[in-house]
């Protein structure tokens, strides 16, 4: 979870507007504020962590979709960040004779064993109820002089497989490198936001 509350300086700040302006008011133009920053810091955070994790942005938006916004009472903004360890195949997956190509985090590696279609190489084939996900084999790769390799019939438990996983666990990555950073970015903007309400109160326009 990101949290965008008012902390160090900003604590100071708002308690002298509360005795200048009574703590009601000081209140709603800090609620105000903190939404204000909290909204255009989710957006922000959310291309950043598509772009670290390897996703596409419409993911990133989604991933910190849930979000409790700032109330008077509360003067705080929580983004809830979910996605624990992504399907490979939501990072471009490519199969090869090795395994399956895909780029968590931008970085394009090979994961051996893993695969995308279904037959023996070079005979492969797509399987449409399969909606492109990338699986690895759960059986026992045994072969014998009943099913000798190369078969077109399974050896037993051979047929039996899972999806494949990432390893990439999107609130882990909200809290490090460049998404980290941007949501720092957003979040100590909230001085701005309290300033351009004062601005507006002092013209008559806060209510």
Do not use: C
Not at 89 to 96: A, C, D, G, L, N
């Amino acid at each position: 979870m990101l949290l965008i509350q008012i902390t160090g300086d900003g604590l100071r700040r708002f308690h002298k507007l509360s005795r200048q302006l009574g703590d009601g008011t000081a209140r709603k133009i800090y609620s105000r504020a903190i939404n204000d920053a909290g909204a255009k810091s989710a957006t922000a955070t959310g291309r950043a962590l598509a772009d670290q994790a390897g996703l596409p942005k419409r993911t990133g938006a989604k991933a910190l979709k849930k979000r409790d916004r700032s109330t008077p009472e509360t003067l705080s903004y929580a983004i809830h960040v979910k996605g624990g360890d992504i399907k490979l195949k939501y990072f471009k997956p490519r199969e090869t004779s090795k395994g399956v190509s895909a780029a968590p985090r931008g970085q394009r590696q090979i994961f051996a064993g893993k695969f995308l279609r279904a037959g023996w190489w070079p005979y492969r084939v797509n399987k449409d109820n399969w909606h492109g996900q990338v699986f690895y084999r759960t059986g026992i790769r045994k072969f014998t002089d009943k099913y000798p390799k190369g078969n077109t019939v399974f050896p037993k438990g051979m047929d039996q497989f899972e999806v494949a996983r990432s390893g990439v666990y999107l609130p882990v990555e909200a809290e490090t490198g460049k998404t980290a950073a941007t949501f720092d970015r957003g979040k100590n903007a909230l001085d701005v936001r309290v300033t351009h309400y004062l601005k507006r109160m002092a013209a008559g326009a806060f209510k």
